[in-house]
T-cell receptor, first 110, second 113 residues
């Protein structure tokens, strides 16, 4: 099964950009790359997803490498409310075998 | 528009007891999911339902059963609870499988003594 690897933790200063990396070297052509985040004591929250092209929404940007073996979630201006665990997930085989890894715990310093 | 709701929020069971976790969504989504999250870990998929009338096993289905009662509701049953099933359980829904956003409920914190 295709898996993702992310750093265990990262730190950022408030109001600075944050780049959260994710490696998925065994990704297949039909796998979507999804990012979710989980605030303490809450369910995960969707952030962004993409297939091949870079994507932007009001929360973040997703940069996907040309070979699709890695991606980067970009928070343009971190706030204290962005402190959370961020999960990079591949949704493959048309929905079977959803796999959440341990994610990256982002700390935002005031 | 409540999104995804789960009941109960908290539950304590004794080993061997049974219970059903309820989940409902009001977004007219086709697909629904049950996950568990152990302390300090990511989520693991227990079962999912691609559409009304279908259910499939996920990564960790042993010890659980599910019912897709209708398009809105997807329940998770523990027939004989074990301490290893102590976890936080999340229900989620999406318009369809893969490529679409999943919406999560607030979770049920289950302790099995």
């Amino acid at each position: 099964d295709a898996k993702t690897t992310q750093p265990n933790s990262m730190e950022s200063n408030e109001e600075e950009p944050v780049h959260l990396p994710c490696n998925h070297s065994t990704i297949s052509g039909t796998d979507y790359i999804h990012w979710y985040r989980q605030l303490p004591s809450q369910g995960p929250e969707y952030v962004i997803h993409g297939l091949t092209s870079n994507v932007n929404n009001r929360m973040a940007s997703l940069a996907i490498a040309e070979d699709r073996k890695s991606s980067t979630l970009i928070l343009h201006r971190a706030t204290l409310r962005d402190a959370a665990v961020y999960y990079c997930i591949l949704l493959f085989n048309y929905g079977q075998n959803f796999v959440f890894g341990p994610g990256t715990r982002l700390s935002v310093l005031p | 528009n409540a999104g995804v709701t789960q009941t109960p929020k908290f539950q304590v069971l004794k080993t061997g007891q049974s219970m059903t976790l309820q989940c409902a969504q009001d977004m007219n989504h086709n697909s629904m999911y049950w996950y568990r999250q152990d302390p300090g870990m990511g989520l693991r998929l227990i079962y999912y339902s691609a559409s009304e009338g279908t259910t499939d096993k996920g990564e960790v289905p042993n010890g659980y059963n599910v019912s897709r009662l209708n398009k809105r509701e997807f329940s998770l049953r523990l027939e004989s609870a074990a301490p290893s099933q102590t976890s936080v359980y999340f229900c989620a829904s999406s318009k369809r499988l893969a490529g679409t956003e999943q919406f999560f409920g607030p979770g049920t914190r289950l302790t099995v003594l």
